[in-house]
């Protein structure tokens, strides 16, 4: 199953989809742009829930990882050629997901920072 979500009321510009042996599949929506010395960006992705298998115990046993939604935003402000100034964010919901079984995945991130580039 694929969800499209536009994001800030624009038309999807990008989907993909990945099935397991179930048919649930992924979406993934961007939304990228810049006007003058702004650029933005943001990501909105939807997993859905899916089989796994726990290699913990003996015999190894089936699971069932739950659905989640990632979203994700970027904004930057270039203050002189080749010099941007940024503030990025990620698992911006604070999803509490698993991409595989047991395995740790990051919570909610907020970045600040300078880029410098050869432009």
């Known amino acids: 199953m694929v969800r499209t979500v536009p994001v800030a009321g624009t038309a999807p510009r990008s989907l993909g989809a990945i099935g397991d042996e179930v048919g649930e599949a992924v979406g993934d929506e961007a939304l990228d742009g810049a006007s003058g010395r702004l650029s933005y960006g943001a990501s909105l992705t939807y997993t859905g829930g899916r089989r796994d298998t726990n290699f913990d115990v003996f ?18 402000y270039a203050v002189r ?7 990025r964010g990620s698992n911006l919901f604070d999803a509490d997901y698993e991409d595989a079984f047991a395995y740790r995945t990051e919570g909610r991130a907020l970045f600040v920072g300078l880029q410098l580039s050869g432009d």
Do not use: H, M, S, T
Not at 59 to 76: E, F, M, T
Not at 81 to 87: T, Y
């Open 59 to 76: 015999p190894a046993q089936p699971v069932r990882l739950d659905a989640y939604w990632l979203a994700g935003a970027r904004i930057g």
């Open 81 to 87: 050629p080749g010099l941007e100034l940024f503030a």
